[in-house]
T-cell receptor
Framework: DQQVKQNSPSLSVQEGRISILNCDYT??????FLWYKKYPAEGPTFLIS?????DKNEDGRFTVFLNKSAKHLSLHIVPSQPGDSAVYFC?????????????FGTGTRLTIIP | NAGVTQTPKFQVLKTGQSMTLQCAQD?????MSWYRQDPGMGLRLIHY?????ITDQGEVPNGYNVSRSTTEDFPLRLLSAAPSQTSVYFC??????WGRGTRIFTGELFFGEGSRLTVL
């Protein structure tokens, strides 16, 4: 039972354009969401997060949008750069107690075309 | 700054052999965890620890043991390797902060570079 779903395994975007990566979740208890970025042969790195009390969070070129009623979040990258080519994982948690666990999606491979 | 260090980076085992994947962090993080990454499956939590002496199971704990005797180290033991354990393993650490009168898990994991394990 995949509680966090990334239905697009891959995405190609022209350099300079907007990249939009999508993520859906099924567990209504999730209230904190994160995006991680992973380059080949490296571990994932934290990118941006959003709490369910917000519907948008921005950090430079990266913006995460949360639609709680649709149980959907998206990551926007504007403008896209070649260094953004990576696999992106969304993750979710609930309660944020110290023993809380993250549930990850299956990832979307983003390729930025120069 | 080392961050999270995993060893070995690559390992080939035969079915039935045992081994330990080492993980160390130098950030004084109380939270440490092990994930495995398989094609089409994302990252799945094996075991985690919220402090020295405290461990708990994640989503896929069978066939693995962990211990946390110090804040810095969190080794993962494969008791009797099976081909289904062929995977890339990631160790991660994280910190908490005070909020709402309690410690809050930030979810901001710092990952090691991974250990690729092949079981024949």
């Amino acid at each position: 039972d995949q509680q966090v779903k990334q239905n697009s395994p891959s995405l190609s975007v022209q350099e300079g354009r907007i990249s939009i990566l999508n993520c859906d979740y099924t567990n209504s208890m999730f209230d904190y969401f994160l995006w991680y970025k992973k380059y080949p042969a490296e571990g994932p790195t934290f990118l941006i997060s959003i709490s369910s009390i917000k519907d948008k969070n921005e950090d430079g070129r990266f913006t995460v949008f949360l639609n709680k009623s649709a149980k959907h979040l998206s990551l926007h990258i504007v403008p896209s750069q070649p260094g953004d080519s990576a696999v992106y994982f969304c993750a979710a948690s609930s309660s944020r107690a110290l023993n809380e666990k993250l549930t990850f999606g299956t990832g979307t491979r983003l390729t930025i075309i120069p | 700054n080392a961050g999270v260090t995993q060893t070995p980076k690559f390992q080939v085992l035969k079915t039935g052999q045992s081994m330990t994947l080492q993980c160390a962090q130098d950030m004084n993080h109380e939270y440490m965890s092990w994930y495995r990454q398989d094609p089409g499956m994302g990252l799945r939590l094996i075991h985690y620890s919220v402090g020295a002496g405290i461990t708990d199971q994640g989503e896929v704990p069978n066939g693995y043991n962990v211990s946390r005797s110090t804040t810095e180290d969190f080794p993962l033991r494969l008791l009797s390797a099976a081909p289904s354990q062929t995977s890339v393993y990631f160790c991660a650490s994280s910190y908490s902060r005070w909020g709402r009168g309690t410690r809050i898990f930030t979810g901001e994991l710092f990952f090691g570079e991974g250990s690729r394990l092949t079981v024949l």
